[in-house]
């Protein structure tokens, strides 16, 4: 069965802070891996990964992706308040035609002032 | 340029009524996909839709059910709802295989 683990699943942090968020896989037929964050309803898209070692980068948030091991993490450095959300992974699998999203459980993270 | 628009935003029914969901993709999108996110829990995918046609199809029993028409919006539909039903239900549109842009979804809540 295809599975998707992010650790840990809250995390509480103050404003200045770096944070590491992990995402580990088990799946068939991996394809990409996306990150999504989620403050009330809508996840709104952060990276896509395809590639081992290639690290992605937004201004404060960067991602990398190591197949080999099966993981990725996002860090954000110089936390800030508005970064406070629940951080979803999501592994894409490619079958045929469809590609279908399988999420992680999430991670809360709250920035203190 | 309009998002992914989901309708309505909440929603309250009881137990064995039945209930419609809807969906406009981003401009330019012709695939749609339905996600039911559990509280506390990750998206889990429900199905998904390309050129009218269900194409891929999650864990859920048949009272879960779709359509899209031809300008590529979607309904869910779900028949005789149980209480573990209650669930936010995320609907995301993309251009075939390509990136998932998420609607906000429909808050249900089965009494």
């Known amino acids: 069965e295809d599975k998707v683990v992010q650790s840990p699943l809250s995390l509480v942090v103050h404003e200045g802070d770096t944070v590491t968020l992990n995402c580990s896989y088990e799946v068939t037929n991996f394809r990409s891996l996306l990150w999504y964050k989620q403050e009330k309803k809508a996840p709104t898209f952060l990276f896509m990964l395809t590639s081992s070692g290639i690290e992605k980068k937004s201004g404060r948030l960067s991602s990398i992706l190591d197949k080999k091991e099966l993981f990725s993490i996002l860090n954000i450095t110089a936390t800030q308040t508005g970064d406070s959300a629940v951080y979803l992974c999501a592994v894409v699998l490619d079958t045929g035609a469809n590609s279908k999203l399988t999420f992680g459980k999430g991670i809360t993270l709250s920035v203190r002032p | 340029d309009a998002g992914v628009t989901q309708s309505p935003t909440h929603l309250i029914k009881t137990r064995g009524q039945q209930v419609t969901l809807r969906c406009s993709p981003k401009s330019g999108h012709d695939t749609v996909s339905w996600y039911q996110q559990a509280l506390g829990q990750g998206p889990q995918f429900i199905f998904q839709y390309y050129e009218e046609e269900e194409r891929q199809r999650g864990n859920f029993p048949d009272r879960f059910s779709g359509h899209q028409f031809p300008n590529y919006s979607s309904e869910l539909n779900v028949n005789a709802l149980l209480l573990g039903d209650s669930a936010l239900y995320l609907c995301?549109?993309?251009?075939?295989?390509?990136?998932?842009?998420f609607g906000a979804g429909t808050r249900l809540s089965v009494l």
């Open positions: 995301a549109s993309s251009v075939a295989k390509n990136i998932q842009y």
